[in-house]
């Protein structure tokens, strides 16, 4: 089994000029040109994207579901970052 | 030893809870050991059935009666390589290797849906494929694209998008050949009769005889059991059997008021668990022909490795 389908990437699709890239997926490819070539293959046969990222899943650095509770709580007390937490007098608009 | 025993109950208590609400299952939560080799012996065998189905399809590419029909069929079997990659991507994010599961096939190891070791004789046939064996296929995966494992729902949502034309471009194939000459209309019927059976055997056993099933809806990897989907294939195929003029192949079907669907006859379960087995009309034959490209690609891999380890050796110098 010494076979090598190459290394796992994932691929990244932005739909439209202006719009964010998007996960779609992941590839397996031996270098960049041929993971961005698989990457167009395999996920854009039917006008999905404009453009597209590949980027090695080894390279990726991700939080740990265990986290989601401690790693984002300091964003939970801090209500001032949103709109509603202030008062503005009555009759005041574009605001 | 006793509390982290406690630990993996509460590992459990906080699955369950999430499967509960509704909450997908992602590569990296914490999941049991049973339902993570459940998965991965599902979406294997789903990929590799994605991967055999081309070749039945893919024997009559070259001999399509027009440009148009070969076009669409060409596309097709694209579109089936592509689902066999997404379902492979979606297997190894619960930790097995591309280059295992494809070992497993080889080696027989691993299964793929029995539907494929039937042979394609006529081109009607490739009208029953899509019309019939996707249709089954799609009835099964729209289901699933509320499975509970996150990878494997986003992967079948976009499997139910492409799979759209293929049942369609099935039936217009049926559709005008039941609609030509006496010859051509038979070739459609003689397709229908080879093809039906096979299909419904394509949802499994019946649902008391298969013991995984209700794991499997417990824990939301399936929505419906074999003989629930079944019967809804059944529902909406059999008017369009009889929409194009054929002949369901099945005297004991029968429209069934108080259950507000078909009566149908029983499936030759000696057939169906025979070709399981290993000893359908193709199942050799459909694994040589796997092995073979496998070994006939294997310079192709090893050009691009060696061409990846320069690039690399290059960039550190
Ligand atoms: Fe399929
Ligand atoms: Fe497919
Ligand atoms: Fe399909």
């Known amino acids: ?95 | 030893m006793n509390s982290l025993k406690l630990d993996e109950n509460q590992l459990i208590e906080n699955f369950e809870a999430k499967l509960a609400k509704n909450e997908m299952i992602e590569p990296k939560d914490w999941m049991p050991e049973q339902y993570r080799k459940h998965l991965i012996r599902q979406i294997s065998q789903h990929a590799h059935s994605e991967i055999i189905g081309m070749q039945p399809e893919g024997n009559w590419i070259t001999r399509a009666p027009s440009m148009r029909r070969k076009m669409v069929l060409l596309a097709k079997v694209q579109d089936e390589a592509g689902h066999g990659l997404y379902l492979y991507s979606a297997a190894e994010s619960m930790g097995i290797s591309r280059e295992e599961m494809l070992y497993q096939l080889h080696t027989g190891a691993a299964k793929y849906s029995s539907i494929f070791n039937y042979p394609t004789l006529t081109w009607a046939d490739m009208g029953a494929i899509g019309w019939l064996v996707d249709g089954a296929a799609i009835m099964n995966q729209v289901m699933l694209q509320r499975t509970s494992y996150g990878p494997y729902s986003r992967a079948m949502v976009r499997i139910c998008k492409e799979e759209s034309f293929h049942q369609r471009q099935g039936y217009e194939i049926m559709t005008v050949l039941a609609a030509g000459t006496p010859a051509q209309k038979e070739m459609a019927q003689d397709a229908l009769n080879r093809w039906w059976w096979p299909s419904l055997m394509m949802f499994g056993p019946r649902d008391e005889e298969s013991p995984n099933s209700a794991q499997a809806i417990k824990w939301k990897i399936k929505r419906e059991t074999n003989d629930q989907l079944r019967q809804r294939f059944v529902n909406q195929t059999v008017p369009q059997v009889e929409k194009i003029g054929l002949i369901v192949p099945d005297k004991d079907i029968k429209w069934n008021d108080a259950k507000n669907g078909y009566d149908f006859g029983e499936i030759n379960w000696d057939e169906f668990w025979t070709v399981v087995k290993g000893n359908g009309p193709c199942n050799k034959t459909r694994i040589a022909a796997k092995i073979k490209s496998h070994e006939e690609g294997a310079w192709v891999r090893e050009a691009a490795n060696a061409h990846a380890a320069k690039i690399n050796k290059n960039k550190a110098a």
């Open chain 1, 1 to 95: 089994m010494n076979d090598s389908q190459g290394i796992l990437w994932e691929v990244f699709i932005q739909s439209k000029p202006g719009q964010p890239h998007k996960h779609a997926g992941s590839v397996h490819a031996h270098d960049n040109e041929m993971a961005l070539q698989n990457a167009r293959d395999l996920y854009c046969r039917r006008n999905e994207g404009t453009n597209l990222w590949v980027v090695p899943a080894s390279a990726i650095v991700a939080s740990s579901p265990e986290d989601i509770g401690p790693f984002f709580e300091p964003s939970n007390d801090k209500v001032y970052r949103h709109p509603t937490f202030y008062t503005v007098p009555e009759g005041i608009t574009h605001m």
